[in-house]
């Protein structure tokens, strides 16, 4: 468990977090589409993307302001203790339980707790982010408005090469197609939230 003593712990710094609003409504309305999960779970697996980063940073793009990789760099390290120390064991978890829960009722009523709990580390890492791009927003080092797309775009590539995936591999028509699944529907959501 993280030790809020250390100085670069998320927690520590994430006083008066901002749980709720309009960046948690869009967020769960936009992986509220099929698409959007089947996309979000492809890159989250194939390259490491964190899911509450990249639909965080989406919102944000919708709403005007967009990032570059320097951005997506250190929103990744202010959350990064956040997401291993929590958010990782979680799903891994719920995930290694799953073939169990699918035959035993007591193990399928744990295992929905568990994603209960998953939800809402997530829902304090996406608040920890909105604090952190804020904080950037107001000390001027946010990018310029960027479209949803490009947003998407930088976000998987930064993961892509992390995970030292090549161009060839991270650009393949899979994931072209759950780039622009993602990003079309944060396209839509956004304009019907205008």
């Known amino acids: 468990m993280t030790d809020a003593s250390k100085p670069n712990d998320p927690v520590a710094l994430g006083r008066n977090l901002q749980l709720t609003g309009p960046h948690w409504t869009f967020i769960i309305r936009l992986y509220g589409d099929p698409g959007v999960q089947r996309a979000c779970l492809l890159l989250q697996d194939s390259f490491g993307v964190d899911v ?3 639909l965080t940073l989406v919102w944000y793009a919708a709403h005007g302001t967009g990032v570059d ?3 997506v760099e250190a929103l990744d390290q202010a959350v990064a203790s956040w997401r291993g120390d929590v958010v990782k064991p979680l799903r891994t978890i719920r995930r290694e339980i799953k073939p169990a829960a699918e035959h035993d009722g007591t193990v399928a009523g744990f295992r929905t707790k568990i994603k209960s709990i998953e939800i809402e580390a997530e829902q304090i890492e996406i608040a920890l ?6 904080q950037r927003k107001r000390s001027g080092a946010a ?5 949803i797309a490009r947003t998407v775009e930088t976000v998987v590539a930064f993961y892509a090469a992390r995970a030292a995936a090549t161009a060839a591999t991270w650009q393949t028509l899979e994931v072209r197609a759950a780039i622009d699944s993602l990003s079309d529907a944060a396209t839509r959501l956004a304009a019907e939230d205008r």
């Open 69 to 71: 990789d320097g951005d």
């Open 129 to 134: 982010l909105v604090q952190a791009v804020n």
């Open 52 to 54: 509450s980063l990249l």
């Open 143 to 147: 990018a310029k408005p960027a479209p």
